[in-house]
């Protein structure tokens, strides 16, 4: 199946960098490694082609960024690392973004070309078959029944847990799944697309992740070329560069969404210094997926309807006031139409605890 592609870049990133203010941060995770080969060619490992390619990928980044991005491998040698781990290493870190990247492997040696993968539940068996190859390296793992709860990386009945969600980074994982695989037809590659699969370490990952198919290991030509450093230049390029792009994509969009409080005239009149320091109360009435007009009708009658970012999530507040006491006055006075709205503190347009507001007061 081919994704309908989304063609709107997604700011939920954007916002958030903006609003913690803190560097990018990029988890290149090459799959496989050490007792896991992956799948093998006539003559190399994917596990050694893909390290190769991530760590040009990660060099990369580094000698453009420096100190403005992090680069997290999942492994940086040949050693084996659990699904598990990998996700839990991009999830600790707080990325930006989660790039796996492995080679493809099928029984017939004339298939070849390039995918991108997003998380999903595909109706595509092919697909599936791919996901389940790679998700297979759990059974490779001590304790893998406990560990991952008993799912059967061989059995389809078992991907039913990997029911297609609505699920909030998809956007921009398929904005950077396009990125790469755009990058790979300008380099003259053979683009089998954006495609979806319900692959264990994207699932586990909470933030924009993509896996990338170089090629095919078991295609003599395409072998040859993902083995050879002119190979590796030009799949690490591609996806450097689409990972470049996407970062700027966040970086261009972070400066327009800085007002919290688009309609609040008022407010953006202030000095930004003034407005990002003042400790805020505020009075949290939903969330939601995308972002919302500030005229919905869901926000009638509410005063100073702003938002923050947080967890992937637009959280929309109303009112905005200087002690927490007056804030709280207000969330009763709005009890009727939203029973479940309650006080938040706000500070550099970060959301803190009320204890720590309580603090700083
Ligand atoms: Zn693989």
Known sequence: MRLKYYLIICLFCC??????????????????????????????????????????????????????????????SDVFVELEKRARIANDAHADIFVSIHTDAVDKSSVYGASTFTMGMSKESANLEVAKRENSVMLLEDNFQERYAGFDPSSVESYIIFELMQDINMENSISLAKNIQNGFIDRKRHSRGVRQAPYWVLHRTSMPAVLVELGFISNPEEERYMKSSKGQDELSESIYQAICKYKRACDNKSSGMQSLAQDDKKKTEKPQNELQQALRYKVQILVSKSELKTQDKQFKNLKNISFYFDKGLYKYTSGEFLSEQEAQAYRKSIKNSFPDAFVVAIKDGRRISLEEARKIQ
């Open 15 to 76: 916002i958030g960098l903006l609003a913690q203010g803190k560097t990018f941060t990029v988890v290149l995770d090459p799959g496989h490694g050490g007792k896991d080969p992956g799948a093998v060619g006539k003559s190399s490992y994917e596990k050694n082609i893909v390290l190769s390619v991530a760590q040009k990928v990660g060099n990369k980044l580094t000698e453009t960024y420096g100190k403005d991005i992090k680069v997290i491998y999942t492994r940086n």
